[in-house]
């Protein structure tokens, strides 16, 4: 029998003990063709097929998601009167919530996470596992929110779904910690390639934010995946769907002033953008009523916004074509200051009235009880400020004003700073415009607002209070695979203990049968009073006239640090290189003795962890 033989007849065998393990009542029948090839292919092949399966089943969720919301939204904007729409402006927002609430409350047991915080704090602090529930409920909580006119996106929202796709897949077919989190990376990143027909865009987006602080070798099944993801929303989803801008002018370099100043303005406004956010988070949660009641608050807040100004009704990206392509006129008449007249000064107020009241009505949205995410309102927030920059350097008598392209820059722009994302930004308005010849204007202003933003917050503030918790990965690696330890699993709890009033007699016993090198001292009430070292008292042992001063009191020595069993890791690694010491007591907060950890042990499991996560 040749090796080719012996190999297929081992993989056989392989395939039938795990089909037997899973059990055939357990196992769909597309999955037993799927444990078969896992069992036939090599692990960079079942990769890359598993990567185009999450893609394609994303880019569908996406593709789904996409065309509801926006079908609803066509049917009001073009099917009926503004006078008529009013109606849906006053009701349909505080519905939205609201139903978004009950949702939440009665079929998915109150459990209301989410966002982009929600993938990192799984990747980090559960092993890239996100719940099932997850594959459906995004899409369910965020087609009723901004379907009925929430004033958010629906793109984070598909990004957890994504995950949460890619999760599980890893999880049905018993993959490890890396593999599941590079399937769980996929689906993300097909959900956003498939939100914006942007695959490029999807995988910066997975390294920059998602991936931060995990190496990582293998890529290629975030290739395929965007690439998949893409490509259904290209097919399946008409053009007015996408988030695509067809005018732009042409790069000039002469036009480099404008995109310097630009950049500060969105640097400016983003920080603007995530302290609203700030506020009206801190302003709901510290409300003391339900959440029903909450959520009936903020819709009928958004229901007045959009009432007043009906661009913030939805994502608002039709708002922003509309604007790329000449139409503000019919913004204007689709809208109460219809009644003030087109006039230069009164569309530069209106636009910049819904570009400061964006990011209220967002943070309304999310936080009241909504479900939907910052990208949307980011980009329509940066258009906006972009088409008002460009109208006041028109007014201020410039000329050859860059308007279009001043919006499309002014997206990124935004984006970049709201999101801590410049090269997700810079990709995805490139791609969604075909505009490649800006990408140094995009370059120029999404760094500028990306370290405006970072120098007055070095981490993105919706996820610096889990980044202060060690609950999330940063940048910092080391740290990150630190943060994964826990005090209670490093604790040796077999020590030995000795009473602070123990006889000589009973300490020379526990000397001489002992096998550890310290030797807790407590009280009464187990609380620790000293530690003593063999290696400080071994010289004195064989020493008769110092015999009658070997006492535990007189041998015990105040340790020079204690850990507490709420310190982190990191904390507890700074303890050991402040003192030079090998082993730290560990206490709870009442000050009873729990045990020693050795930095040994620390090291240990450390290095595990490392070859644990490192592709």
Not at 6 to 34: A, D
Not at 147 to 155: D, I, N, R, V
Not at 172 to 186: G, S
């Amino acid at each position: 029998m040749n090796k080719n033989s012996i190999r297929k007849f081992y993989n056989y065998l392989r395939f039938r003990r795990n089909l037997l393990r899973y059990s055939l009542k357990k196992v769909k029948s597309y999955e037993i063709v799927l444990l078969w090839l896992k069992s036939m292919l090599t692990r960079s092949q079942f990769l890359i097929l598993s990567g185009i399966l999450v893609g394609v089943t994303c880019g569908f969720a996406g593709v789904v998601l996409k065309s509801l919301v926006h079908y609803i939204h066509y049917v009001i904007a073009n099917k009926v009167h503004f006078e008529e729409q009013v109606f849906f402006y006053i009701l349909f927002p505080f519905l939205g919530i609201l139903i978004t609430t009950l949702v939440v409350i009665l079929f998915f047991k109150g459990q209301d996470k989410k966002g982009i915080a929600l993938i990192l704090y799984e990747i980090a602090q559960n092993s890239s596992v996100v719940s099932s529930v997850k594959m459906y409920s995004q899409i369910v909580q965020s087609a009723i929110t901004v379907g009925l006119g929430g004033s958010a996106g629906l793109e984070s929202p598909i990004a957890v779904t994504g995950a949460a796709i890619g999760s599980n897949f890893a999880q049905t077919y018993k993959l490890d910690y890396r593999e599941r989190t590079l399937l769980l990376a996929a689906g993300a990143t097909a959900g956003i390639a498939s939100a914006f027909n942007a695959p490029i865009a999807g995988m910066m987006f997975a390294f920059e934010i998602l991936l931060t602080g995990v190496v990582f070798s293998d890529f290629i099944p975030l290739v395929v995946s965007a690439v998949c993801g893409s490509l259904i929303s290209k097919v399946l989803l008409q053009e007015e769907v996408l988030f695509q801008f067809k005018s732009r002018n042409p790069f000039d370099y002469h036009n480099i002033p404008f995109y310097l100043f630009l950049g500060i303005f969105c640097g400016l406004y983003a920080r603007y953008f995530v302290l609203i956010a700030k506020y009206i988070d801190e302003f709901f949660h510290g409300l003391k009523i339900t959440r029903i009641q909450r959520a009936m608050l903020g819709g009928a807040i958004l229901s007045v916004l959009c009432v007043l100004y009906p661009p913030l009704f939805g994502e608002g990206y039709d708002t922003i074509k509309a604007i790329t392509n000449g139409q503000m006129q019919h913004v204007i008449e689709n809208s109460f200051f219809r009644f003030i007249g087109y006039r230069e000064w009164v569309v530069i107020v209106f636009v910049a009235l819904i570009c400061l009241l964006k990011a209220f009505s967002a943070s309304i949205t999310i936080f009241s009880g909504g479900n939907g995410g910052n990208f949307a309102p980011s980009l329509f927030a940066g258009g906006s400020l972009g088409y008002v920059f460009a109208l006041l350097c028109v007014q201020a008598g410039i000329t050859n004003v860059p308007v279009n392209n001043l919006v499309i820059v002014g997206m990124a722009g935004v984006m970049s700073g709201v999101l801590y994302a410049p090269l997700t930004a810079i990709f995805l308005i490139a791609e969604s415009t075909s505009g490649y010849d800006l990408f140094i204007p995009l370059m120029i202003v999404s760094v500028i607002s990306f370290l405006i933003a970072k120098w007055f917050s070095p981490i993105s503030p919706d996820l610096r209070k889990l980044a202060e918790q060690g609950k999330i990965f940063t940048k910092e690696h080391d740290r990150n695979l630190l943060s994964l330890l826990h005090i209670l699993d490093l604790i040796d709890k077999d020590v030995q203990t000795v009473s602070v009033h123990a006889t000589q007699e009973e300490l020379a016993e526990l000397v001489r049968t002992g096998k550890r090198n310290m030797i807790a001292v407590t009280d009464g009430n187990k609380k620790l009073v000293g530690i003593i070292s063999l290696d400080d008292i071994r010289p004195l042992l064989f020493n008769p006239s110092v015999y009658d001063l070997l006492t535990v009191s007189n041998l015990m020595k105040e340790p020079s640090v204690v850990i507490s069993d709420f310190d982190s890791v990191v904390s507890v690694v700074k303890k050991f290189d402040e003192t030079g010491a090998w082993n730290l007591p560990v206490v709870k907060t009442t000050g009873e003795f729990v045990g020693f950890i050795s930095k040994s042990g620390v090291l240990n499991s450390y290095r595990q962890l490392l070859r644990a996560h490192s592709g």
